[in-house]
């Protein structure tokens, strides 16, 4: 597990579990790279409850590298059942779905 502040990645938010979530920017690269855990915040809690929420890599065979982790945040998507975290790390282009959520 290798902890990184991504600033683009700051004050974005997504819904899940019929609540939104403003992500904070920190992220967890975990399983060599096919797993990223990145912290939240609930946006509409008056206590904002915090969160982590697991991105798995959509295509194995090739993720980020743990050991260059700057800021490679490139944007949310969104489709009708699937949200996505992608990361540009060029000349290449990951897509890490959002699979769970844990409560912290």
């Known amino acids: 597990m290798v902890e990184s502040q991504w600033a683009e990645l700051h004050g ?3 819904r899940y579990r019929e609540q939104t979530w ?3 920017g920190t992220v ?11 912290e939240a915040t609930s946006a509409e809690d008056v206590k904002h409850q915090n969160a982590t ?3 798995g ?3 194995p065979g090739g993720s980020l590298n743990p050991g260059d982790l700057t800021d490679h945040f ?10 996505y975290l992608i990361v540009r ?6 897509r ?3 699979e769970r959520m844990e409560y912290d």
């Open 57 to 59: 890599l959509e295509s």
């Open 74 to 83: 490139d944007r949310l998507e969104r489709t009708k059942r699937k949200q």
């Open 22 to 24: 403003e992500l904070t």
């Open 53 to 55: 929420l697991y991105f």
């Open 28 to 38: 967890d690269v975990r399983e060599n790279g096919e797993l990223l855990a990145v």
């Open 89 to 94: 790390d060029d000349p290449k282009t990951y």
């Open 12 to 14: 974005k938010e997504i």
């Open 96 to 98: 890490y779905e959002l």
